[in-house]
């Protein structure tokens, strides 16, 4: 499998501003970063069940039985 030499490069980055515009393309990269970050910290969260701030939850809600 070939990677991407630079005029692809150079060719993906030409039509996206074709695309999207100047102005789009800081924003769209922008929301891609921060949604990158927050899925990551998801991830980091779902991991570890044992976290504090889970089994300070669970205690602190009057619903659950004890």
Do not use: H, N, Y
């Amino acid at each position: 499998m070939s990677r991407f030499g630079w005029q692809e490069i150079v060719l993906i980055l030409v039509v996206l501003l074709l695309l999207f515009g100047a102005r789009k393309i800081p924003e769209i990269a922008r929301s891609l970063g921060k949604s990158l970050s927050e899925f990551k910290k998801g991830q980091k969260e779902g991991s570890s069940p044992d976290s504090p701030e889970s089994s300070q939850a669970d205690k602190s809600d009057p619903t659950k039985p004890a």
